[in-house]
């Protein structure tokens, strides 16, 4: 039996920056079984730490990079300041902007959104985790604040990706009417309980300065596609998948 090898999923819209590294790692190519098969990084839903560990060494390597940050994310709206290397704490945030090289900003998901992005005139990265309760919070815009307050980048120089995650074929919300707030139901499917937050996340990096041809959206829904990505919709006991970005020296 061949052993599955890394498959790796990257933005058309990053490939042309050879100062940058990122991809999106799907399912394959990693050491842990049954719901966690196979390169699950996601330390919390009951993996085996080994092999968890084995996983994430096996990114990192693909990466080029020795060293990683993984978040401790909480769906909230905190976006975390990498000017140091500060491996003592966890980091309790949902997003993590840097202009450091060679260090691997690590998002993990499963079905939530992974957004990558990346300033190649200040040579700024982020990584953001933006799930619904995310998305109507506008984590991703208060990272693009970040990065033009404390970054000076400018939003028209930043790209953007949005990973694999919950499509308008499967965000069903049937309790919308008390989860999501009122200003967000226009990205309701007409007589439909379908939200697209794929729009959502758009249309939030638009109202920043970015330029429509600098977003690019995989268009991957995970629940359809749980063979390829970790699904809790889909699976609930299952791993998370690695959105990863990083700037070469
Ligand atoms: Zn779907």
């Not at 109507?136 to 953007?160: E, H, L």
């Not at 707030?181 to 794929?198: N, R, S, V």
């Not at 699904?231 to 700037?247: D, H, M, P």
Request: hydrophobic share 35%.
């Amino acid at each position: 039996m061949g052993r599955p090898e890394i498959k790796v999923f990257e933005f058309k819209l990053f490939q042309r920056f050879p100062d940058l590294v990122h991809g999106v790692f799907s399912r394959s190519g990693g050491v842990s079984s049954n719901c966690f098969d196979s390169l699950n990084v996601g330390l919390s839903s009951g993996d085996d730490p080994v092999c968890v560990e084995e996983n994430r060494r096996r990114i990192l390597a693909r990466m080029g990079t020795q060293k990683a940050v993984f978040l401790n994310q909480v769906h909230g709206t905190n976006i975390h300041v990498l000017k140091q290397e500060n491996r003592e704490e966890p980091i309790i945030a949902d997003g993590v902007v840097t202009d450091m090289q060679e260090i691997s900003l690590v998002i993990q998901v499963a079905d939530c959104q992974g957004v990558l992005l990346f300033d190649h005139e200040k040579k700024v990265i982020a990584n953001v985790h933006s799930g619904w309760r995310g998305s109507v919070q506008n984590i991703i815009g208060n990272c693009i604040d970040v990065m033009t307050t404390r970054f000076k980048c400018q939003p028209g120089n930043i790209r953007a990706g949005i990973s694999p995650s919950l499509g308008p074929c499967c965000a069903e919300f049937i309790n919308y009417r008390d989860e999501i707030p009122k200003a967000f139901w226009t990205y309701k499917l007409p007589g439909k309980l379908y939200f697209d937050f794929w729009k959502m996340s758009c249309d939030q990096m638009l109202d920043k300065g970015l330029k429509k041809d600098n977003i690019e959206t995989m268009d991957i829904c995970t629940q359809c596609n749980a063979d390829k990505f970790y699904s809790y919709r889909q699976e609930k006991k299952t791993g998370r998948f690695a959105c990863v970005i990083s700037l070469k020296n």
